[in-house]
């Protein structure tokens, strides 16, 4: 055990799913094979107009236009795949690259099956539906400008290779299409930060059910979670770890001398005060009312007992405000410690022990720390 240690915070709860890397990892393959199967639909859509007789194309453009689209939306899922998304930083969500990708393709579509140009181009719009929540307006903008310059090239090739159409109209569609992709990224850019706030709200959620709003230490329900998980981990691998009880002498008595607020006021103090004398593996939560629950991963009995009596004299040495009107004119603990697996190795047996030995240091006098045994 150091003298200066850092402070220590709760095990946090677990993440929600979509934070996990695997989860996000499957989402985003998941998100590439939805947008692979669209663009095949689009190129199995573009040979049955041609069945039909509603289109002409080349047969072998189509088929090098199939080929394009599997090798990259191959390469597309093969990123996540791979973990290489890690890598776009600038793209942590890998959504611009196969956005990206997909303008590229839905141009090379119109270029194959000019007559179908606009139904193309407002197929955009559907593609764009993968971002929902995740791109905002300036990114929303900047991929619709790229599907429309690359558009703008396709019709001046389709032009240059004599397709019959009107230059005029079509540039005033394609400035209608645009315009309405800036519109479209104004609803990103809420649905965006709706989601933002979303996630924001359920990570305060979480920790409001683990973490004590007063001392921002661990709640009792973290600290049993914990509690469990110590013990699970050494009936798995062996070793030992601690736990203690202390609890604040005469609390009532501060509370109806000073009030509620100033009783309120000395425990967060107090969390304080303990919290920078453990390590940063150590759990100290509020265990209920004026007591404090503490996990030593690691600590024998021997080594338990002296962090808690290390607690007690920098309790015992600190000026707390109004501390003065307490037995003996200053603030103290008391504190029961017991081990695991020796003072036993069930939560309750382990706790039922430090709470006996804690009962006994109370009955001693106050303001010292006793071991179970």
Known sequence: MSGTRAAPSPTPAPAPAEGRPDEKRRAKELGVLLATSGLLLVSVMALILRGVGLTEFNLRHWWLSLLMTTSIQALMWMVPHRGWDTRLRWDPHFIYVPMAAAALQLNVYVLVVPQARHLLLLIWFVACLFMAGLAGFREMVMLSAVMTAGYLAVLNGLIVSREPMSLGFEHTFTLAFFVSSVYAAVVFERLRRDREETKLLRRRLA??????????????????????????????????????????????????????????????????????????????????????????????????????????????????????????????ISAGVAAAPQDGSEPETLMRRADEALYEAKRKGKNRVEAAG
């Open 207 to 332: 920790e409001m059910a683990h973490t004590d709003p007063l001392t921002t230490l661990a709640n009792r329900r973290q600290f049993e979670a914990n509690l469990k998980t110590a013990l699970a981990a050494l009936r798995r691998y062996g070793g030992v770890f601690s736990v203690a009880i202390i609890d604040v002498d005469h609390f009532k008595q501060y509370n109806d001398a000073h009030g509620h607020i100033a009783g309120d006021a000395l425990l967060k103090t107090l969390a304080e005060v303990m919290r920078g004398q453990l390590r940063g593996s150590d759990v100290l939560a509020r265990y209920g009312g004026e007591e404090f629950g503490l996990i030593m991963p690691g600590a024998g009995r021997v080594e338990g007992q002296l962090t808690a009596e290390r607690l007690r004299a920098r309790v015992d040495a600190f000026a707390f405000a109004d501390a003065g009107s307490q037995p003996g004119g200053r603030l103290t």
